[in-house]
């Protein structure tokens, strides 16, 4: 079953704000390099899947410390500025694969996490960027515990195809 299909998607970006009165949209990008955001398409714009509207064809350029788009049938302003502060998605297979320890978030989304003496923790529910490091949000219930994404240091192993990673922590932290 395809990415698309089981709802594998990544958040790519996010329409912030308008641009002129052709319909054209200031957007932000998550893409490194940003501009990587246009080679991604089609958009999957809104919230959940399956309520999303997919768009082709959008073009885009760097706009001053910014970035803008224009969306294909959106040629007023009275249109984009319905679509400010949609989330702008990608089907997950659209992506590089990514490098040698290397990882999409929404790919550890709902791995296992246990000690490296086998304790288990949860799951990954969901991960954040702090600036120093990225931080993985454990759950397992009742309790959540908050764990620097270091690898090496704290995160040992992750293995995709079992469903888990191993990490050096204090179970009762």
């Known amino acids: 079953m395809s990415d698309a299909a ?3 998607r990544v958040l790519i970006g996010r329409i912030v704000g308008l641009y002129g009165v052709q319909g054209w949209l200031k957007i932000e990008s998550f893409a490194e390099p ?3 955001i246009f080679d991604y398409q089609p958009w999957l714009l809104g919230a959940a899947p399956g309520t999303e509207t997919q768009v082709s064809g959008v073009k885009g ?8 788009a224009q969306l294909p049938g959106v040629d007023d302003r009275d249109q984009a500025a319905a679509l400010i502060g949609t989330d702008i998605h990608v089907a997950r297979e659209q992506l590089p694969p990514p490098a040698k320890d290397e990882y999409y978030w929404v790919d550890l989304e709902g791995l296992a996490v246990v000690t490296t003496d086998n304790v288990e ?5 969901h991960l954040f960027a702090t600036g120093a490091n990225d931080v ?6 009742t ?5 620097p994404f270091v690898q090496g240091s704290y995160v040992r192993s992750v293995d995709l195809s079992a469903g888990r990673m191993v990490v050096d922590w204090d179970p009762e932290f």
């Open 6 to 8: 089981t709802g594998r």
């Open 61 to 68: 350029r760097p706009q001053g410390k910014g970035m803008v």
């Open 34 to 36: 940003r501009m990587r």
């Open 121 to 125: 923790l949860g799951r990954v529910s």
């Open 143 to 147: 309790r959540e515990r908050l764990i």
């Open 136 to 141: 993985v949000v454990v759950r397992d219930g």
